[in-house]
């Protein structure tokens, strides 16, 4: 324990985060066990260290911003045996079946309406806001559907399909702002029953079926639009080009597709473990190179808008809302017994919101969408902003 202690105060030093300092951004360890804990397991330990209340620091959002940094360094000299095991499988397997996908919904997207309704607002939008002109967190995801919309010019009359339509915000913004007819897929059961009920009198037609089950010949042929909003990065490395074939298969000739991703700087075949293991399983961040070996050949790229930035402001308002609900609310409704503890549950999500914020705040990670056209584009096209 000695020795795994002075490697990680060496580490914290580094990004200027004292042990048991009076710092807001400081660590305050509680276990002594943290430290084998941590150099054996790097982030994955260091998250389930968390979890299990073996260290704290007042301000969680900039200790990671200081911490991130350094740790990614190291954390390729020492990834840990559990995350070593993970690459090793996800380079093997194609981890992203089809009963995953569904796995992934009942471990994330089902568990509870009411707490996703809390955090996100009335947008129920689970995706990254624009923020270029809103000053709160309705307006930014207000803002972000107005984005695509103009992207994809949507016209009144047309077919658009939304590949990943969660709880349904995208495609409700989308039929009443511009009139266009929309069929959303959603793997998760919740999503779609949630989704049919606030689309309840728009022409909007919700399918609970995994994007691979997906046949457009039998929702009224193909489409004039496709959108696809924070949903790729479920779908796993091997499987794109399944993707990317369902789209092309889905939309008409000369139509527009929009991808809205997270994204990777390099191309990797599994995520954070930490991640993976407790909130997204099965999530895998593209890069530019995978998506676009994925692309070929099916569509012509015409436009690509980083809006990564947006992303911190963006967790940081679902993190306030998450506290705001967990204080006040009747918190079994996120059925804590699947997470051993409320507090447990608490210290995971809090976690969650909040290193992923600074990961984007840092630039670890971007945000993309990218405009296609399967053909020529419709005349005069020019990007939106």
């Not at 600074?358 to 056209?373: E, I």
């Amino acid at each position: 324990m000695d020795a795994s202690r002075k490697i990680i105060e060496v580490l914290c030093a580094q990004a200027d985060v004292n042990i048991n300092g009076q710092r807001p951004w400081d660590l305050r360890i509680h276990n002594q066990q943290f430290y084998d804990r941590v150099l054996g397991d790097g982030a994955l330990g260091l998250g389930e260290a968390y979890m299990l209340g073996w260290w704290d620091s007042d301000d969680l959002f900039t200790f990671f911003k200081r911490i991130l940094p350094v740790a990614r360094a190291a954390g390729r000299k020492n990834a840990g045996w559990r995350t070593t095991l993970a690459f090793i499988t996800a380079h093997i397997f194609n981890l992203q079946t089809r009963n995953q996908s569904r796995d992934l919904a009942d471990a994330h997207y089902n568990i509870s309406n009411e707490l996703f309704e809390n955090m996100l607002g009335p947008s129920m939008a689970y995706s990254c806001g624009y923020w270029a002109q809103a000053d709160n967190l309705n307006a930014a995801q207000v803002s972000k559907h107005e984005l695509i919309c103009r992207k994809l010019q949507l016209r009144k009359g047309e077919r658009l399909l939304d590949v990943g339509c969660g709880w349904g915000g995208f495609a409700k913004y989308a039929a009443e702002m511009y009139g266009v007819d929309v069929v959303g897929v959603t793997v998760a059961e919740e999503q779609a029953q949630y989704a049919r009920m606030q689309c309840a009198g728009l022409p909007i037609d919700i399918v609970a079926c995994d994007y691979r089950e997906f046949d457009s010949s039998k929702h009224g042929g193909r489409f004039d639009k496709v959108a696809s909003i924070g949903m790729i990065e479920h779908v796993g490395y091997r499987n794109y080009p399944a993707f990317y074939n369902g789209v092309e298969n889905a939309l008409r000739e000369g139509g527009l597709f929009l991808l809205h991703s997270i994204g990777s700087d390099v191309s990797m075949e599994t995520a954070d473990t930490w991640l993976t293991t407790y909130i997204f399983p099965g999530e895998v961040i593209p890069s530019i190179r995978q998506l676009g070996e994925a692309a070929e050949e099916r569509f012509i790229l015409h436009d690509l808008q980083n809006i990564g930035t947006h992303y911190t402001p963006t967790l940081r308002a679902w993190h306030d809302n998450f506290e705001s609900y967990w204080s006040g609310a009747a918190v079994k409704a996120v059925r804590p017994q699947v997470w051993r503890s409320e507090k447990v549950f608490y210290r995971m999500w809090r976690y969650y919101l909040l290193s992923c914020a600074a990961d984007f705040a840092v630039g670890d990670s971007q945000v993309w969408q990218l405009v296609y056209a399967k053909g020529h584009l419709p005349d005069g096209y020019t990007r939106s902003i």
